[in-house]
């Protein structure tokens, strides 16, 4: 049995750019953190000639191209994987919720396909075969930091070039300054789900057509990106949470569906009370909101008074691992 943990994630700043309608044009900067919310995935030899899939639900197959699941199936056929395979997958976090979790199910599952027919698979390698599949084999709207951060773990710098070549290196940070975002962070569930895909795809049509007032965001939002950056490395931690407010108002900004007033009223409500700066993860439109605070105590209060469920979390350095194989 294999068994590999994938990291979700948080974007720091400059989500968005990396979509390649934006960077195959104008270069993208992200910043992202792994989190200690993982993917699990467990692959088995089967004992009948199947594909035995259990996820969400429950698929039997004995032809590959019977399997629903997308990105199972295609990660299947890349590597020509005959029946007599059990796989089965869990998470921390519920998918639609913002955190990169079809990212890290696709990295997770190229890992534990990789370790399973006894090959190595190189980090780079990881991260942009994962992509690869879902943005191209697929056709997703997607980007390429959910995959990269996935692979790499850690607080992780992306620099994405027109080739479609990415450059990754840690954020530059001190000890200080981890321990303050490790302890000033906190991240609460909205109740509300989404498709990113939708968003996304907005995104990549605008951005094709040339409209200026998504290109100017996308501009500013990488820029910001680039502001965080500096900020964090020097320990501005206090400047990056005003920074995190300002993000989310330009990211408003790109689609009426980003945001909602139940939304809008909950993050003016963390505002009133604790909360420096903030934003919704992901694509937008539902998921996790995530806040930079002083106060922990009087922030948490204000959020259960609204009936939004805490999620305590660290940092992940590792990426995605090979956790068992025996």
Request: net charge negative.
């Amino acid at each position: 049995m294999i068994i590999t943990r994938t990291p979700l994630r948080i974007s720091i700043g400059g989500g968005g750019t990396d979509l390649p309608s934006y960077y195959e044009r104008f270069g993208g900067f992200v910043i992202s953190a792994a989190m200690d919310k993982y993917v699990y995935i467990t692959v088995n030899r089967a004992f009948r000639p199947e594909y035995i899939l259990k996820y969400s639900r429950q698929e039997t197959a004995t032809a590959i191209d019977e399997i629903e699941h997308d990105i199972i199936r295609e990660t299947l056929r890349l590597f020509d994987i005959p029946p007599a395979i059990e796989i089965a997958s869990i998470a921390d976090v519920p998918a639609g919720t913002g955190m990169g979790s079809s990212g890290s199910f696709t990295v997770g599952l190229l890992h534990a396909l990789t370790a399973h027919l006894r090959r190595h698979i190189g980090t780079e390698e990881l991260a942009h075969q994962a992509n690869r599949i879902e943005m191209k084999l697929l056709g997703e709207p997607c980007g390429k930091q959910d995959h990269y951060i996935a692979a790499y773990g850690g607080i992780t710098c992306q620099d994405y070039r027109p080739d479609g070549t990415v450059d990754t290196f840690p954020l530059a940070i001190d000890d200080a300054t981890l321990r303050d975002l490790d302890e000033s962070l906190m991240l609460f569930f909205t109740g509300y789900s989404r498709k990113a895909s939708d968003l996304l795809e907005d995104q990549k049509t605008r951005s094709e057509r040339d409209d200026a007032a998504m290109l100017d965001n996308l501009h500013f939002i990488k820029d910001l990106g680039q502001r965080i950056r500096g900020l964090l490395e020097s320990g501005d931690t206090q400047g990056f949470a005003e920074l995190m407010h300002e993000h989310w108002l330009h990211k408003k900004q790109r689609s009426p569906d980003m945001s909602n007033d139940r939304i809008n009223g909950l993050y003016d409500h963390a505002r009133q009370n604790g909360a420096v700066g903030g934003k919704l993860v992901g694509a937008g439109g539902g998921g996790f909101l995530l806040f930079y605070t002083r106060d922990r105590a009087k922030l948490r209060n204000a959020m259960a008074d609204k009936d939004l469920h805490e999620v305590d979390f660290t940092f992940d350095f590792d990426g995605s691992i090979v956790q068992l194989r025996n």
